[in-house]
């Protein structure tokens, strides 16, 4: 590697290139296929259609994480490795649309919002991009943290289920359920009328939750990434999650805990098409609350890009951080014209580059590839489909946790000795992030146009810290060294 070139420009050999964008294919296709799953879902769309939406969206991952690592004009792209998925934070707002506006009409309605948000996104990045001076280390490290834990909670429902559906802890007991249809079944008259939406509660333990079966092929992965980390030497310590999910796949295929009917039955071939649902359906209003949505997704994209460039040591400028944000705001309007969703940096692609330490954005470009042929081939993709969450849950406290220590690495140069108020701001910023986390319903009585504003901790965190720090310390002492504070704490050992 030449003396002049930074690591984050390195290109390196094909076969590695290739192998470390595998990993972050893997780590990431979990997130990236549950968002059009819901949505597809809650449509009450077809199979074919809800496998459409899967397709699309693999394949405007793999674009989107192209332009925002290779770059495209000045204008678009951070150039740093950054890999592209749907962002969750609009899943609340779609599910709304999905329930009122069931089938290709509600989807069209969410694609209309989608494109109009994706427009203004990329008007108002520039906006976003000078507030880079309103995020010192206190701020950054602070929202780093909060990013990290409540990724955490991602991970462990990998492992143990997720708290509503098919895994949650309790299920409603079937005996029950029986002697409702029974007395439902009665001759009318004989019973008043059943209240409109009635239901019985959860009280009988599902043994899809905390199965233990699930738990062991998360630990055995677990156990192989720390064996892999700890004596591999070279390249093969570099991927030590993709060994660990590996090592998990085969397991859980010795344990027949993977299927593949599916992958049978799929095309090796699928066109992804714009429009596919029909011209989209622009509603002001919907408009309005899916920008909402972008200002989330462009706040917690700061925070990421922020440490990416800590991890890199790439000084991130507000030039840079602008075209980042204004690439969400296109990859948004991509995912509308594609039928698919708002996209936004992936934070375990950002816990990942710190697990590595392969600062190459040439691997995030070429899982970016990987990623549109996966888009273009559904029997391929149906294949990584296969693999059980459990698998991921193992890896996903390793990359999960990475970046919640990334954050505690930039606030240990904070100075809270000779700056009393920044123990405020870390505290009360924190309290704040764990809010949607402990008390999820606590919005029930607020309006639900700011719901997905206040749905998000890594949002009430950022906005918090940014706040008090304005309030305790300024934002003057930045101006000059927003790129330097960028990189923060870096330690150049990655």
Excluded at 264 to 281: D, K, S, T
Excluded at 466 to 490: I, K, M, P, S, Y
Aim: aromatic share 8%.
């Amino acid at each position: 590697m030449s003396s002049k070139t930074h690591p984050v420009d390195e290109m390196l050999p094909p076969a590695k290139l290739f192998t470390l964008g595998l990993q972050h294919v893997l780590v990431m296709y979990a997130g990236a296929i549950a968002v059009p799953l819901i949505i597809g879902r809650v449509l009450k769309l077809d199979p074919a259609d809800v496998a459409f939406l899967i397709s699309a969206d693999l394949f405007v991952c793999g674009i989107v994480s192209i332009i925002q690592s290779y770059g495209l004009t000045p204008w678009f792209g951070i150039r740093l490795p950054v890999m592209m998925g749907v962002t969750f934070a609009s899943v609340g707002p779609m599910v709304s649309i999905a329930l009122a506006n069931p089938g290709a009409e509600g989807a069209r309605m969410i694609f209309g919002a989608i494109i109009g948000a994706g427009i203004v996104g990329m008007l108002i990045a520039p906006f976003m991009g000078r507030m880079l001076r309103f995020f010192p280390p206190v701020v950054t490290g602070t929202i780093i943290l909060v990013i990290g834990v409540t990724l955490m909670r991602v991970g462990i429902q990998w492992i143990f289920g997720v708290p509503v559906g098919p895994t949650a802890p309790k299920i409603v007991n079937p005996e029950h359920i029986a002697w409702l249809n029974a007395l439902k079944d009665l001759a009318p008259g004989v019973i008043p009328e059943m209240p409109k939406g009635l239901r019985l509660d959860e009280t009988l333990e599902n043994a899809k939750y905390a199965n233990g079966l699930n738990i062991a092929v998360s630990a055995a992965v677990l156990v192989v990434i720390l064996l892999v980390a700890k004596y591999a030497k070279g390249f093969l310590s570099n991927i030590a999650v993709l060994c660990g999910i590996i090592a998990g796949g085969v397991l859980a295929g010795l344990l027949g805990m993977m299927h593949f009917g599916n992958v049978a039955e799929a095309a090796w071939v699928r066109i992804i098409l714009p429009f596919h649902f029909g011209m989209p359906i622009f509603d002001p209003v919907m408009i309005i609350t899916f920008v909402l949505v972008m200002i989330v997704v462009m706040i917690e994209s700061m925070g990421m890009f922020l440490a990416l460039g800590d991890m890199t040591g790439k000084k991130v400028t507000p030039a840079m951080m602008t075209a980042g944000l204004r690439t969400d705001g296109l990859g948004t309007l991509i995912g509308g014209i594609f039928n698919t969703f708002p996209y936004t940096s992936f934070s375990q692609n950002v816990g990942l580059v710190g697990v590595t330490g392969v600062r190459s954005r040439w691997v995030c470009i070429t899982g970016g590839l990987i990623m549109i042929v996966l888009g273009l081939t559904p029997k391929v993709s149906t294949l990584v489909e296969a693999l059980p969450t459990a698998v991921l849950g193992g890896a996903g406290l390793v990359m999960f946790g990475m970046v919640a220590a990334t954050g505690i690495r930039i606030l240990g140069s904070v100075d809270f000795k000779g700056n009393r108020f920044n123990l405020f701001v870390v505290a009360i910023s924190i309290g704040f992030g764990m809010i949607p986390l402990i008390a999820p319903d606590f919005k029930m009585h607020m309006p639900h146009v700011i719901h997905p504003l206040i749905d998000s901790g890594i949002l009430l965190a950022s906005i918090m810290a940014v706040a008090l720090n304005f309030f305790f310390n300024g934002a003057t002492a930045a101006t000059d060294e927003e790129a330097r504070q960028a990189a923060l704490a870096n330690d150049g050992g990655h």
